[in-house]
């Protein structure tokens, strides 16, 4: 059995809005993020594939454990890529732009890094970049009660609780695109626009500051 007709069975999510997922071209789902379940469930109800950007760590394990790990993380399409901060992190964005620009499906945590107390954090800019410079619509994405399934620092899944993914409507993007090179103030409207639409979609309370990263957390990349 697949991972995604397993999560389906396993949880019925409930989902609103497939409809906007584009059926061709390059797109990013740019979600709200409480859960490391949450890229699972991204994939298993998108009807297409949905790639998304991994730390490298996690094909580097050593001994049969690690080559079980690095085949599970190629089956759910994540890509490895250098996640340790800084210009690692801005190159890893990067690493999208070939994906985007051959057409397929980008999954993406505006946020950065999981939300540990229910609230939406203020996004990030590499979003809004990626989207101009591919181009590619941006679809925002609500998922609801994944932080009940598996919250930080659980190790296994809790069967129960109910679950749902809510897909907006594209983002227009049409007055930032085709004015040439993207400056600052563009990137910050177009990631307030997009944490708004995820906003009205969750319901959640919007924080304006950067998600505080755990003390044991490598850093991610600024999406």
């Known amino acids: 059995m697949t991972i995604a007709p397993t999560v389906r069975l396993l949880w019925h999510p409930r989902i609103i809005g497939l409809d906007n997922v584009p059926k061709t071209g390059p797109a990013i789902l740019a979600s709200n993020h409480q859960s490391v379940l949450d890229s699972v469930m991204m994939g298993a109800i998108s009807p297409r594939n949905v790639y998304f950007l991994a730390k490298d760590q996690y094909f580097r394990g050593p001994g049969l454990r690690g080559l079980a790990l690095r085949n599970i ?56 970049k990626l989207a101009l410079d591919a181009p590619a619509p941006i679809i925002p994405v609500g998922l609801m009660g994944f932080d009940q399934v598996m919250p930080v620092g659980r190790s296994l899944p809790k069967l129960g609780p109910k679950v749902e993914v809510r897909i907006g409507e594209p983002l227009d993007l049409s007055q930032w695109q085709g004015g040439g090179e993207v400056d600052s103030r563009a990137l910050r409207e177009v990631t307030l626009k997009l944490m708004n639409a995820i ?16 003390p044991d957390q490598i850093a991610e990349p600024e999406a």
Not at 92 to 104: C, E, K, Q, T, V
Not at 199 to 214: F, H, N, S
């Open 73 to 128: 993380m190629y089956g759910l399409n994540q890509i490895p890529v250098d996640r340790s901060g800084g210009r690692a992190s801005l190159l890893a964005l990067d690493a999208a732009l070939p994906i985007l620009r051959a057409g397929h499906v980008l999954g993406i945590f505006p946020e950065g890094t999981r939300s540990t107390d229910g609230r939406l954090y203020r996004g990030r800019p590499g979003v809004a």
């Open 199 to 214: 906003q009205q979609l969750t319901g959640q309370e919007y924080v304006g500051r950067y998600a505080p990263k755990r």
